[in-house]
């Protein structure tokens, strides 16, 4: 489907703003390439603007080390608090693994503390935690045994399953406190190396977790000690930085290749500035073209709009002298009726002036109006 003048202006006006676009890639990529083979060599040409992107390219490099550096000890901290958050979770489930370990060994501690098959000196250690809850679950035991109402067996059972959760917990007290005194060797009931060799397992596994947060702690708080400002937030104004310099890096770079398309002699080898910047220079020589052929194409579109105009305003115009010649018919015939009208009013009063004195009728001038009304 054929476009209008105007939509084929706007594609050319769209492939020109492409064009341009590439073009001003091409002269970055001749600025940077240039700057980059000749660094060691003698060169003379446009050497205010390669002097200018040389030092907009030290200062990006510049900011953006110092934001990978900035990027490395945020990485680190992020990487620190995934670390702390699941070792903590675990921690959570070892201490939880732990407290199990201990209430399996306080129970035996307790059996072996009630049937006094422990040492004696082990028995007047764990007194302090076991001797009040033993004697009072003896007491109402026995209160229980001795009781034939059931309403006073219920009571002391209520009492009694209270003293037993208590003691539950005495489980985990007694356990704790054979362990903290280094007391494992002195106990010997049965199992009782693989109760604590199980549990000094737990608890090592618990004590290496707690390790490893404190290390990541000390490494997250080194991090975040060695500025007042927050490595995060010092990371986004950098960011900002580094793209406001990369902008003018590339600035310069483009103003660099357009100087020196403009400057390099026509004879320039690929030896002198490299292989790639005379394929650049091509390039660029074959977007200019394009661009210039697309803008005569769009002059010719707009003439071409224009001419259309015109001749659409001529056609119109040329109506309207139609339409006037048909009016100026239309006027002489009403022109000439009138005439004629005209001139039998003129040889009425000459008979009338002929003939002496005459009363004209009524009649006769309803006559005369009618046919002047009828032009």
């Known amino acids: 489907m054929a476009h209008s003048y105007s939509e084929q202006i706007r594609i050319n006006e769209k492939n020109i703003a492409q064009t341009k676009e590439n073009l001003a890639n091409n002269y970055k990529s001749l600025g940077k390439n240039i700057a980059l083979f000749v660094c060691d060599n003698s060169f003379s040409y446009c050497l205010r603007e390669l002097s200018s992107y040389e030092i907009a390219k030290g200062e990006y490099k510049r900011l953006l080390n110092k934001k990978n550096k900035l990027k490395s000890k945020v990485d680190t901290l992020d990487d620190n608090n995934n670390e702390i958050y699941y070792l903590r979770k675990s921690l959570t489930e070892q201490k939880q693994e732990e407290i199990q370990h201990l209430s399996k060994f306080g129970a035996a501690l307790y059996e072996a503390y009630s049937n006094k098959i422990l040492e004696q000196e082990i028995i007047k250690k764990l007194d302090p935690i076991f001797l009040i809850t033993n004697e009072k679950i003896t007491k109402y035991k026995e209160k229980i045994d001795k009781k034939n109402i059931v309403l006073s067996s219920a009571f002391y059972e209520n009492i009694l399953n209270r003293q037993r959760k208590i003691l539950s917990n005495l ?35 618990r004590e290496n977790l707690e390790k490893k947060i404190e290390s990541c702690e000390s490494t997250t708080q080194e991090i975040n000690d060695e500025d007042e400002q927050s490595p995060l937030r010092k990371l986004d104004e950098i960011n900002k930085q580094v793209d406001i310099s990369k902008a003018a890096e590339n600035e310069a770079a483009t103003l660099l290749g357009e100087e020196l398309y403009m400057n390099l002699p026509n004879n320039i080898t690929s030896k002198q500035i490299g292989p790639k910047a005379i394929s650049l220079i091509d390039n660029i020589t074959l977007e200019l073209a394009k661009i210039e052929s697309l803008e005569q194409d769009i002059v010719k579109l707009n003439n071409r709009v224009v001419i259309t105009e015109l001749s659409s305003q001529i056609a119109h115009e040329r109506s309207k002298i139609t339409k006037l010649e048909d009016e100026i018919v239309n006027c002489n015939k009403q022109i000439n009726k009138i005439d004629k009208i005209i001139n039998i009013k003129r040889n009425k009063i000459i008979e009338l002036k002929n003939a002496g004195t005459y009363e004209k009728s009524a009649l006769d001038l309803i006559t005369l109006d009618d046919t002047d009304g009828n032009a």
């Open 171 to 205: 489980f985990i007290t007694a356990a704790q406190f054979i362990i903290d005194e280094k007391l494992e060797k002195q106990i010997t009931i049965n199992n009782s190396e693989k109760y604590i060799k199980t549990l000094q397992k737990s608890i090592l596994k």
